[in-house]
Every structure is written in structure tokens, then in C-alpha cells.
């Protein structure tokens, strides 16, 4: 039977040096992985990288971390040639990397909406495709989207639009996979308390999202708290083998469906 624990797996993630990735990578390390490759995308987030790589050590896992910028398929294929070379193929691939835009469907120009396309949707689908060639046999991928997939909104067409796409990539990779024993699923996070969300949400925006999910009250901020998005993605890459194709809203009741 296979071993859905965490001990002594190989994790992968991208986007991994800071905030909800950062976390993650932390969390894994501490549960038991053998090793964890982080990707980072550019030199502003070296420094964070160079931080989680001394925390997972101290936490007992051998650590690396990878630059590059992913909207390239061809920087996809490199970084899990790395990693594989690095640290073995990887048990868990986890995508944390998104972009989001706030803007009016009308003022939204050509060049935002190919950035958002790219960073959101096409690196996904690179990412799965890439995790699907190097995974090992009964491994687990995740993917990061929105809540928003659930919301009825306005100004969030690039970014809702553009991570509603990855829905289908983990249904089609989830199906593909699954003969070998790979699960994917989707994790959409409501607004959360990090410095991806503030800059895009005015003083009014901000006070709205955290008052909006039902158990707002009950949050140490009012918005998710990536502190409990976590566990969640520990269960779908371990006991929670059995969930896959989904996407999963760990929101608070922000959105639902």
C-alpha cells in the first residue's frame, strides 16, 4: 500500500520563498520531508529565499532554492531538471505563484492582460505539465487559484479570469495522472493578510473584504490567515490523497459554491 505520509518525501514549490509558499515549504520540513526545493522568482526575493532555506535545514531537511522566471515553458523544464538533479524527483509539487490585477474590465490594456495570462494561467499549466513528467508514482500536485472563482464581482476579470483556467488544468491533470496513483487538486485562498493582497485594495476595499466572510470575526485579521490555509494543503499532499480534481475554498465563507 503506499505511504501517504509526509516522512522522508521530496516536496517541490514554487513560489516557495516567502509568504503562503514560505510557510508551506516551513510546515513540510517540520512534518518530516527529506528535502525541499524552493523556486523565487526574482533578486527582491533572494534574501527571503536565503531564509527559508536556513529554516527548513534547521528543521532537518536538506534545502535549495531556484530563481527563474516561470511564463516560459522552457524555465519550467529547467527548474525541475534542477531539482530532480539537486534533491531526486519530487514526492509533492505544490504552485504557489499568481498576480493579481484590480482594474475595470475597460481600462484593462493588451499588455496586463498577456502578463496576467501568463503569470497565472499559462505558468500553471507549464507547472502541471512538468510535475506530471517528473512526479513520482503516487506523489501530489497543488495548484493555487482564488476564491474569487466563486465570487459575482466586479474589477477582478484579468485575475479571476485568467486563474479560472487552472480549474481545468487540474480536472484534465488530475484524470491523466490518477493511473499512477497522483492526486491534483486546487486550493482558492479568500483575500489573505499578506503584501500580495494590500497594494491592488483601497483603504475602503480592505475594510470591506475583512468584514465579508462569514467567520470574519472569528480571524486574527478579518481576511484568511495563511497560518490556516496550511494544514489544509498538508492533508491534500498526505492523508488527503483521496481528494483529487477539486478545487478546495479555504475562505472563512468569503465565497462559496
Known amino acids: 500500500m503506499a505511504d501517504h505520509s509526509i516522512q522522508g518525501k521530496t516536496v517541490l514549490i514554487a513560489g516557495g520563498a516567502k509568504n503562503l509558499g514560505g510557510l508551506i515549504a516551513r510546515d513540510l520540513a517540520r512534518h518530516g520531508a527529506r528535502a525541499v ?20 535545514k534547521a528543521a532537518g531537511a536538506q534545502a535549495v532554492a531556484f530563481q527563474a ?33 484590480k482594474k475595470p474590465f475597460t481600462e484593462i490594456t493588451e499588455a496586463e492582460y498577456d502578463d496576467m495570462a501568463e503569470v497565472n494561467a499559462k505558468t500553471a499549466f507549464f507547472f502541471l505539465r512538468e510535475a506530471g513528467k517528473h512526479v513520482n508514482d503516487h506523489g501530489r500536485i497543488v495548484t493555487l487559484v482564488t ?12 485575475y479571476a479570469g485568467t ?71 498538508r492533508h491534500l499532499v498526505s492523508d488527503g490523497w483521496w481528494i483529487t480534481g477539486q478545487t478546495i475554498l479555504i475562505n472563512g465563507g468569503y465565497t462559496t459554491r
Open 37 to 56: 526545493a524552493i523556486h523565487y522568482n526574482s533578486d527582491a526575493t533572494r534574501a527571503a529565499a536565503v531564509e527559508t532555506v536556513a529554516a527548513l
Open 69 to 101: 522566471d516561470l511564463r516560459r515553458a522552457g524555465a519550467m523544464e529547467a527548474l525541475f531538471a534542477d531539482v530532480v538533479q539537486a534533491v531526486g524527483r519530487p514526492d509533492i509539487a505544490i504552485n504557489t505563484i499568481g498576480k493579481v490585477l
Open 147 to 158: 476564491s474569487l472563482l466563486g465570487a459575482f464581482t466586479p474589477f477582478y476579470a484579468a
Open 163 to 233: 486563474k479560472a483556467p487552472v480549474e481545468h488544468f487540474t480536472r484534465a491533470a488530475a484524470k491523466e495522472f490518477g493511473a499512477r496513483g497522483i492526486s491534483v487538486t486546487a486550493v482558492g485562498p479568500g483575500p489573505m493578510d499578506t503584501p500580495f493582497f494590500y497594494p491592488a485594495e483601497g483603504d475602503d476595499a480592505v475594510a470591506y473584504h475583512k468584514t465579508a466572510a462569514a467567520l470574519s470575526a472569528f480571524s486574527r485579521t478579518g481576511l484568511t490567515d495563511i497560518e490556516d490555509v496550511v494544514p489544509f494543503v
